[in-house]
């Protein structure tokens, strides 16, 4: 439906162009996961990153795989400021997201702050 195209369904191929990696994975969470403000990097590893816990005193996030590939088993994810963040670029097994729209939810969800 047109309703549906306006909030974002419908073509896929607009974000082709963005997708460096086509493994699909599924991770479980058992809250309301961390919002990625504008400014902010999701960052992702398969193993926790001790630099960005005692150092930079960011909290970890931690996934498990919950289907498609299952690979890698399992994640953790942290939400930092792109600054902080940059200085983890090139890290092996480092991956950053920066938010393209904001995180959509439910009116009913309280989101907990991400730092």
């Given at each position: 439906s047109e309703?549906?195209?306006?909030?974002?369904?419908?073509s896929?191929?607009?974000?082709?162009?963005h997708i460096r990696d086509w493994r699909r994975n599924l991770y479980r969470y058992g809250g309301v996961f961390p919002a990625v403000a504008e400014g902010d990097v999701l960052l992702l590893s398969p193993e926790p990153l001790d630099v960005v816990e005692s150092e930079l005193g960011y909290p970890p996030t931690k996934l498990s795989a919950a289907g498609l590939d299952n690979n890698p088993p399992q994640r953790v994810a942290y939400v930092l400021p792109r600054r902080e963040a940059m200085l983890l670029a090139g890290r092996e097994n480092v991956s950053m997201y920066e938010p393209m729209a904001g995180q959509l939810q439910s009116p009913t969800e309280i989101q907990p702050p991400s730092r």
């Open positions: 309703a549906y195209r306006q909030k974002g369904g419908g896929f191929s607009r974000w082709q162009a």
